[in-house]
């Protein structure tokens, strides 16, 4: 059973920055494309960042010049550098990736963690 879990979240004032993990275990032959996305209350789940295998990043124009997403092939792990956070930066943020486990591709989630963005 494939599974990502993130860890990192937290809360910090307006300007600050956190840094986001993700760590992807189980039975894993590669992953493509790793992914950031978030959910703030009462809205829908959007992409944040996004990055290949290659290390092609593509971002949101939300968090362009504010956010790094960047991975860690050997060790199946993908970060997320929040700079200049914002109060609508706010939302439990979700990784995400397409990992090959020798039979299927499957499109994994974790379970998320809250970023709150605050005085």
């Known amino acids: 059973q494939v599974q990502l879990v993130e860890s990192g979240g937290g809360w910090v004032h307006p300007g600050g920055s956190l840094r986001l993990s993700c760590e992807a275990s189980?039975?894993?032959?590669?992953?493509?494309?790793m992914n950031w996305y978030r959910q703030g209350s009462g809205k829908e789940r959007e992409l944040v960042a996004r990055?290949?295998?290659?290390?092609?990043?593509n971002y949101e124009d939300f968090v362009k010049g504010r956010f790094a997403i960047f991975r860690d092939n050997a060790r199946n792990m993908v970060y997320l550098q929040m700079n200049s956070l914002q109060p609508e930066d706010t939302a439990v943020y979700y990784c995400?990736?397409?990992?090959?486990?020798?039979?299927?591709?499957?499109?994994?989630w974790g379970q998320g963690t809250q970023v709150t963005v605050s005085f």
């Open positions: 189980g039975r894993i032959f590669s992953i493509n494309t």
């Open positions: 995400n990736a397409d990992i090959w486990d020798g039979r299927e591709l499957d499109n994994v």
């Open positions: 990055i290949g295998r290659d290390g092609h990043r």
